[in-house]
């Protein structure tokens, strides 16, 4: 028998904007049995799942949980401007100049976060107060491109931009910390066959040469292969 059934998932708009959308179709395909509900959040850690949800998709690294984890390579991310703010601005030559400098991102609390960078030689974290602060790396790009300030891009978001003239990276010799990006979901319910089909179904395509992510790029451009 073919699984059935109904899957509930809570994940950030960006998730099921740029990867969970483009791959439906081919999981609606091989399950035709199953449904999905998808339900939208901020972008918060949750410890722990609503009885009505089977799968929590998230970025940032879960603390202590009763849940299982299913980890995800770790998405790359530079920092980026564009022509037009750099030719006002001025480009940044070390960490501790985006201070100066209006800055798009997400902050947890009060517009206020903290960039951590690592080069050769050397790790500097630097506290900004954000111009914009939103829990949308797409919204950060669109900022960036309309010359609203630097942020801090994953690299697939920003790579057709850069190679289009449209952004520049800043920075280039300081590597930013990657986004951690995991699913969650219950011992409860791990053996339920249209959790564990779900799952094989994710892993087959997240981080993968058929995340729609990756478009024409290397695998290792773009993640943190382990």
Known sequence: L????????????????????????????????IRLQIIFHGG????SLDDNLDFYFQIGKPKDSSLRVKMFQPIRQRIYGSPSYLERHGLPSAPADLREHFCIGYAVKDSATTWRLTSKTDKQSVKLALRVSVADPMIHKHLALDGLGIAQLPVWAALPEVE???????????????????????????????????????????????????????????????
């Open 2 to 33: 073919k699984p059935r059934g109904t899957i509930r998932l809570a994940v950030t708009t960006a998730f099921a904007r740029d990867v969970l959308t483009p791959i439906l179709k081919h999981f609606i395909a091989r399950y035709p049995e």
């Open 44 to 47: 918060k850690f949750s410890t």
């Open 164 to 226: 289009a003239g449209r952004l520049v990276e800043v920075l280039p010799e300081w590597q930013s910390e990657p986004l951690h990006f995991h699913a969650l979901y219950a011992e409860r319910s791990s053996m339920a066959p249209k959790i564990k089909i779900f799952l094989e179904f994710v892993e087959e395509y997240i981080s993968t040469e058929f995340d729609p992510r990756s478009h024409h790029y290397q695998l290792s451009d773009i993640f943190q292969i382990s």
